[in-house]
């Protein structure tokens, strides 16, 4: 069994949002696969089925960004799996807009729904999948006002431009998901990152 969470904020005014990419990504492969996110368990929405002969769980966290992985945690427990057995989707500030990347036990890269999975797991061993959604421009300004910035850009929808590469993006991830679960890491990240 493996769990696989794409991360996002729950509710209508975050639908679409760049925050949101892992939530788009794990809709995508649910529909593919024919999955329906059907189940609410805990605090998440979730999915059963299989891809590629390999049985799997989907999930919607439904906290907020920074509390994942108190969602994340009660799956691995509940489904008694490792943490080796997880993938979590979620958008990257520091990857440009559209490119993916997938890793295993890598640290949070500030990524604050990341970290709230590393701290409940009290590990980092489980495969993320990264897609990039760039850094606003900000030119020199203040910390503060970076970090405004920041916030406004992954809380704020794509652009009709970026809305064109995103949707070239999502089905890629489902590819890259799918290839990382029946050829492993090493395989997927040749085909993909």
């Known amino acids: 069994m493996k769990l696989v969470v794409g991360l996002g904020n729950p509710g209508h005014i975050y639908a679409g949002n760049r925050h949101n990419i ?26 059963r089925g299989e891809i590629e002969g ?7 966290p439904q906290t907020f960004m920074n509390a994942s992985g108190e969602v994340v945690g009660r799956l691995v427990k509940r489904l008694k799996i490792a943490p080796a057995d997880l993938v979590v989707i979620h958008d990257d500030l520091d990857l440009p807009l559209g490119k993916i990347r997938l890793g295993f036990s890598r640290s949070s890269g500030g990524h604050k729904g990341i970290e ?11 495969y993320r999948v990264r897609v990039g959604i760039g850094r606003p ?10 970090k405004e910035a920041v916030i406004d850009h992954v809380l704020d929808g794509f652009t009709p431009e970026e809305k064109k ?10 590819e890259a998901v799918v290839r990382l679960l029946t050829g492993g890491i090493t395989a997927a990240m040749n085909e993909f990152n």
């Open 116 to 126: 709230s999975i590393i701290a409940r797991l009290g590990s980092r061993d489980f």
């Open 137 to 146: 421009d900000t030119p020199e300004v203040s910390p503060e006002a970076k």
């Open 54 to 60: 390999i049985k799997v769980v989907l999930a919607r």
């Open 165 to 174: 590469v995103i949707s070239r993006v999502v089905p890629r991830v489902g």
């Open 22 to 47: 892992g939530f788009t990504c794990v809709r995508h492969l649910a529909r593919s696969y024919g999955i329906r996110f059907d189940k609410k368990e805990g605090q998440a929405r979730t999915g």
